[in-house]
């Protein structure tokens, strides 16, 4: 009787395995017009795709910001920006309230809360708002205005990234403790384990480019001193940490220390100080450069190349052993071979078996020729004393006929990572170097909540699953067909949390050049995609001992079939 209704339902689930969209999918629309310029279009997209109101209320506000920063209506963009980081900052220090209804559903349905590198965000782009502000005015009285709300975000940068410092310990903290015979012995047993990550290295604990943007905006506001002081706070976090962590070049941690003895100079004061760390810490080229910036007046290209990458759904298979009192994990591979490779690689990473001691457990088990060949697609965890609690629960018999979670990931190996970039002014080039790589936040942001999304995902299914067990125990034709129901909508509801702020660039890079007073043509080269060349043209005004901005956001060409791994 019920045999019709057991196949239609499993078909469901089969369906419900691919078709769960994900929050990329969700505003596909509204990223391809933004990525094509057409930002009316585009907002109005992200206005119906998004409640203003609802658990997205806060990327509601992100997103259109971004949409009308990228249009150059920077005030109403700093109004959308405003409302975002009130709604960021309630969302911060609330707990969550609702998490009865997130375990019977998905995390979908509770509130989105941004990481802790995308609050400072929020205030990065407020801040380049107001500079982009000040330099379209030649009112003095309305470019000071401009250049002061600038210079109030850049206090708010300062103040957010002090209090994650706080939390999280600076680079020198972490130096130290690395040097202690504790940490020594914990990566001993890390090798030991097969850990592969040392997730110490990739806490977001600062932000060195939002403390070179704000000696920008102390510079622009000729308060030298302060410019000196963030600019040189910028080069030490570069120096100390923050280049090795996110993958740059040692160029931007020169640029921070010759921006700094810029400030020094011009600040007055430094005679002493400026000459012997240019010498410890800039090139020869990078000295004689100083000279150049003495008598003339210069010009920064910022240059936001890209999206960050999107977070995708992987599914997971988990099973009870009873021989041995372990759960068994093993990754559902979907989608085409590179997705399915990014699966593989993810679970590796941070779930799979692979260190010695989970080697030596399979020998004690007689299963030492399947570890050898598959030991990477599997994970088993020893219950031991808990089984009890577990069977009793009820959660033993449950995960006998399985259980599905779905974890986020991001697709590591199809990131489409930026090329060089280089400014052409009369005929001389100058390239620029990456300051920022938000994809490299993101991604290491997602590895340090793999921990907890898969203790929460395994979490929310056996709430459901348990549920539907206990509807069958009612006993009955009812209660057979309650428990098969449940045992569906708990699998076929199983998804992951894949929001994030998706306008946000991959990359940010940063030049200064020393230009003569007058008008200029300079053209910027990029490549948005390796292989993929782009170039933009614009002409710019430079006085004499002042600083001048390009802002210029680039993407890919769409369908690029250019692929990079991104390192972590």
Request: glycine share 8%.
């Amino acid at each position: 009787m019920y045999r019709p209704l057991k196949l239609f339902l499993l078909a469901c689930i089969s369906i419900a395995l691919v078709g769960c969209a994900t929050y990329g999918q969700d505003v596909r629309q509204g990223l391809e017009l933004t990525k094509q310029g057409q930002y009316t279009q585009a907002a109005e997209v992200f206005e119906k795709s998004l409640n203003p109101k609802g658990d997205d209320r806060l990327l509601y506000y992100t997103e259109l910001g971004m949409v009308y920063h990228l249009a150059g209506d920077y005030k109403k963009s700093n109004q959308l920006l405003e409302t975002a980081e009130r709604i960021s900052e309630d969302l911060y220090t609330q707990r969550v309230s609702d998490m009865l209804t997130t375990a019977m559903s998905n995390p979908r349905q509770g509130p989105y809360r941004a990481a802790n590198f995308e609050r400072v965000f929020i205030n990065y782009y407020k801040a380049l708002n107001y500079l982009m502000i000040a330099h379209g005015h030649d009112d003095a009285k309305a470019k000071d205005r401009a250049l002061e709300g600038a210079r109030v975000e850049s206090r708010r940068i300062d103040m957010i990234l002090s209090d994650i410092e706080t939390q999280k310990g600076n680079y020198q903290e972490q130096a130290d403790k690395e040097k202690s015979m504790f940490s020594k012995l914990m990566r001993i047993f890390d090798k030991l384990t097969g850990e592969i990550i040392d997730r110490n290295k990739i806490v977001y604990r600062n932000d060195a480019f939002g403390h070179y943007l704000a000696g920008m905006i102390y510079e622009q506001h000729r308060e030298y001193d302060d410019a000196r002081v963030a600019y040189q706070k910028s080069a030490s976090l570069y120096e100390n940490g923050y280049q090795e962590q996110y993958g740059l070049k040692k160029e931007i941690t020169e640029q921070g220390w010759f921006d700094t003895i810029r400030m020094m100079q011009k600040a007055g004061g430094w005679g002493n100080e400026w000459p012997k760390l240019s010498r410890t810490k800039l090139s020869k080229d990078k000295r004689q450069q100083l000279k150049d910036f003495e008598s003339m007046g210069h010009l920064v290209v910022l240059e936001h190349t890209g999206m960050v990458p999107e977070r995708d759904e992987m599914n997971m298979y988990l099973t009870a052993d009873p021989n041995t009192r372990q759960v068994v994990m093993h990754p559902i591979l979907t989608g085409d071979p590179r997705r399915q490779l990014d699966q593989r690689f993810w679970f590796y990473a941070l779930y799979a078996d692979k260190g010695i001691t989970d080697l030596m457990s399979a020998i004690y088990e007689n299963r030492v020729i399947p570890a050898l060949m598959q030991y990477s697609m599997v994970k088993r965890e020893y219950l031991g004393p808990l089984w009890g609690v577990a069977d009793k629960l009820g959660l033993v018999e449950v995960m006998k006929s399985g259980m599905r979670i779905t974890v986020p990931y991001y697709r590591v190996t199809s990131y489409q990572g930026a090329g060089e970039s280089s400014i052409n002014v009369s005929g001389n080039d100058y390239p620029l170097v990456v300051g920022q790589s938000v994809a490299h936040m993101a991604v290491q942001q997602q590895l340090l909540d793999a921990s907890s999304d898969i203790q929460e995902a395994m979490a929310r299914a056996a709430f459901k699953n348990l549920t539907a067990h206990q509807a069958a125990s009612l006993g009955g034709d009812a209660g057979a067909v309650l428990g098969f129901l449940g045992k569906i909508a708990a699998n076929a509801s199983s998804a992951a949390e894949t929001r994030n702020w998706l306008l946000l660039p991959d990359q940010i890079k940063v030049t200064r050049i020393p230009l003569a007073p007058g008008t200029h043509t300079v053209t910027l080269t990029s490549e948005p995609v390796k292989g993929q060349k782009k170039t933009t043209t614009q002409q710019v005004e430079v006085k004499a001992g002042e600083m001048s901005v390009w802002k210029v956001r680039t993407f890919p060409a769409q369908n690029t079939q250019n692929f990079k791994q991104l390192g972590i």
